[in-house]
């Protein structure tokens, strides 16, 4: 198949990227600018776009996410021009990116949103998965059929609806943190959730509406293409429905949590067989303690940081994200931030002229609202590509622009174990130290409502199950009131606090 070469090679706006902030900034771009070619440049033959985009309140904000064909948005959006290529280089001060076939587009303003990578416990070790993409998330499945156990290293999202999901194969989690979920939740919340993973799950499912991936109208040889390159874009909250997540035995869920320690070592079957070190059977219900050697043999073992040694079928890293910026950099002197993103002020504008970023590829370098913080999330991606593009369109017609709203408070709803979960603010006490105090209202099995205050006021909450409390807690949090003289009753399940403030 030979590749198009791009229609045009000057371009007054050029957005790197087919994820979603790639995509809505490109789609806000193309709204703004109707006679002018917007061109985005993908490096996977999918691009991802929102769909049944609601507003839920003033910063809350649900939206499905769809993979689409490039000719569905060419035909929603006649003036935006997809370009199916990787970048191999950007001469910044030429303006000009540099696309896989060699080929040169000129910008007056560009936009990198190139996403992020998953983060490897191991590189390059066939027996290691990272899950990031729909791709990966296939590759997963097709192991997870012949697996009698995996290991799972990691405590973010997709750690946590992994664990819940998979069924018919032992699970050894190995997390860094004392408690699950860390990076959404504290130790109670985990607790309460916890709960229902040892608990049986429903034998029918809720239908999700949020995802729709159409991976198998690809062609094969889009598919061999882009190959292994891990280039596709990142999966949101409900990426395992339409997977059939059983592994090889006929069980339902075995699970087994090793807190606070990360993988030492991986070993390869024959490389462990050489250490003569032991590893441990799968931990049983504590009835016979005698039997300490795994007496089968593994493709591949696991020394965690407690002495630990487990064999498994496969490993899948769930560690989290390096933002994309590898094409970028060579020949630019871009300021980075601390986690490698490209650092981008309140305008997202990189340290470069006319480079702007959004979504996972960057860092947010500007003073943060007290209760904001950036994640690397696709509600966080939706907002700051919309953002970008508005920013871009303000810097070429000459104009000024404010901070957009979404960033004064951090706000995020998704669903973990089939229950609704709303994070508002500072829902884990980012940042506050000591000088914070918790309250907790919980049902088991139903609901869990922590905040977070700080000299009275609001500072973040946790919202699990369905418990309406979001508009009014994120107004409270806005407007920062003052709620000391409600002590302990601020959570109280019969006090109707919308009557007060809303």
């Not at 075995?254 to 050489?274: A, Y």
């Amino acid at each position: 198949m030979e590749a198009a070469r791009p229609p045009s090679t000057m371009g007054k706006f050029v957005v790197v990227g087919g994820g979603i902030a790639g995509v809505t900034c490109a789609e806000q771009l193309a709204i703004q600018f109707p006679s002018e070619d917007i061109l985005l440049v993908t490096a996977s033959p999918v691009i991802k776009a929102v769909t049944n985009f609601k507003q839920v309140s003033k910063v809350l904000e649900e939206f499905d996410v769809e993979e689409q064909s490039k000719t569905m948005l060419e035909n929603r959006l006649p003036n935006i021009k997809i370009i199916e290529s990787g970048v191999k280089q950007l001469k910044s001060k030429e303006h000009c990116v540099v696309t896989g076939d060699g080929s040169q587009l000129v910008y007056e303003k560009l936009c990198l949103c190139a996403g992020a990578t998953p983060k490897l416990v191991c590189e390059g070790n066939p027996y290691v998965l990272g899950i990031r993409d729909t791709d990966s998330a296939q590759e997963f499945q097709k192991q997870l059929t012949k697996a009698k156990r995996i290991v799972i290293i990691g405590n973010g999202g997709i750690a946590l609806e992994l664990v819940y999901e998979i069924e018919g194969c032992e699970v050894i989690w190995a997390i860094k943190d004392k408690a699950i979920g860390n990076t959404f939740f504290d130790a109670g919340a985990a607790e309460f959730l916890t709960s229902k993973l040892i608990a049986e799950k429903p034998e029918a499912r809720i239908a999700h509406k949020r995802t729709k991936y159409t991976t198998e109208e690809r062609k094969k040889e889009t598919q061999t293409k882009v190959g292994a390159g891990n280039m596709g874009s990142a999966l949101g909250p409900d990426w395992h429905e339409g997977l059939n997540l059983k592994g090889a035995k006929e069980f339902s869920r075995k699970i087994h949590i090793e807190t606070v320690c990360e993988v030492k070592k991986i070993f390869l079957q024959e490389e462990f067989r050489i250490s003569k070190k032991k590893s441990l059977p799968f931990p049983r219900d504590h009835s016979d303690q005698s039997v300490t050697t795994d007496k089968e043999v593994w493709p591949v073992y696991v020394e965690l940081t407690n002495e630990k040694i487990y064999g498994c079928d496969f490993i899948v890293s769930a560690t989290g994200v390096t933002p994309n910026t590898e094409p970028f950099l060579c020949g630019n002197n871009f300021a980075l931030g601390e986690d490698g993103g490209l650092k981008v002020d309140a305008h997202m504008h990189t340290s470069l002229p006319d480079v702007y970023a959004a979504g996972d590829v960057c860092t947010a370098s500007w003073r943060p609202s007290p209760v904001w913080q950036q994640m690397r999330l696709w509600t966080q991606a939706r907002q700051m590509g919309w953002y970008a593009a508005k920013c871009m369109a303000a810097a070429s017609l000459g104009e000024s622009i404010d901070m957009d709203f979404s960033f004064e408070l951090f706000a995020h709803v998704t669903k973990f174990f089939n229950y609704k979960v709303v994070l508002l603010g500072k829902y884990n006490a980012q940042g506050l130290g000591s000088d914070h105090e918790l309250m907790l209202r919980c049902t088991k099995g139903q609901e869990y409502v922590k905040v977070v205050m700080q000299n009275g006021r609001m500072m973040g909450a946790v919202l699990i199950g369905e418990t309406d409390l979001e508009e009014t807690f994120e107004n409270l949090i806005l407007n920062q009131t003052d709620l000391s003289s409600y002590g302990e009753d601020l959570l109280d399940p019969n006090i109707d606090l919308e009557d007060y403030f809303d």
